[in-house]
């Protein structure tokens, strides 16, 4: 089955540094991938997500990035603030019947820094 | 509030009791999705349902799990004899799909509800 690898586990910036987490998953048929912000005791919420046709996505200081060749996507977030300190995880999802679940990555706790 | 919603928030209970979670996911979303979340992991698939219809379950949903969304509306989850190892957040999905090979499939999580199994 997809197995889904995240890395740093933590990530530790400055406000108004970028900050950059990059996850791996290993079933070529995955095609859907995104990404979840979860703040302390609330779930997980979707912040972008990218689909097997398209190589980048951005939106606003946000962008995720997919390479299908490496099986590998990661997640981009520019002029970082303190409110955007938090736990984010990668996800990735097969398709067709069988297929709907979400896999997730283990997580990558980033801390911001006023 | 039009999000998908959870009850309880929190349930604390002795080990060997029953409980039983409630999930509401937002309108007109037909697939319905259980995680669970332990302290320091990203959230594991359960089960899943395509209106009411069950059709995908996890190998770590053991016989003491059981889960319904009759009518297709929400979803109950309930755990029989509880074990320490049950105490975990129980996270709620919803999406809306075309069919079961549905491109779009976007899950919105609802808040959880924390389990602590004494």
């Known amino acids: 089955g997809e197995n889904v690898e995240q890395h740093p586990s933590t990530l530790s910036v400055q406000e108004g540094d970028s900050a950059v987490i990059k996850c791996t998953y290993s079933d070529s048929a995955s095609n859907y991938f995104p990404w979840y912000k979860q703040e302390l005791g609330k779930g997980p919420q979707l912040i972008i997500d990218i689909r097997s046709n398209v190589g980048e996505k951005k939106d606003q200081r946000i962008a995720v990035t997919l390479n299908k060749t490496a099986k590998h996507f990661s997640l981009h977030i520019t002029e970082t603030q303190p409110e955007d300190s938090a736990v984010y995880f990668c996800?990735?999802?097969?398709?067709?019947?069988?297929?709907?679940?979400?896999?997730f990555g283990t997580g990558t706790r980033l801390l911001v820094s006023p | 509030d039009t999000g998908v919603s959870q009850d309880p928030r929190h349930k604390i209970t002795k080990r060997g009791q029953n409980v039983t979670f409630r999930c509401d996911p937002i309108s007109e979303h037909n697939r319905l999705y259980w995680y669970r979340q332990t302290l320091g992991q990203g959230p594991e698939f359960l089960t899943y349902f395509q209106n009411e219809a069950q059709l995908e379950k996890s190998r770590l949903l053991s016989d003491r799990f059981s889960a319904e969304r009759p009518k297709g509306s929400f979803s109950t989850l309930e755990i029989q004899r509880t074990e320490q190892g049950d105490s975990a957040m129980y996270l709620c999905a919803s999406s809306f799909s075309l069919g079961l090979a549905g491109l779009t499939d976007t899950q919105y999580f609802g808040p959880g509800t924390r389990l602590t199994v004494l």
């Open positions: 996800a990735a999802k097969g398709r067709g019947t069988g297929f709907q679940k979400l896999v």
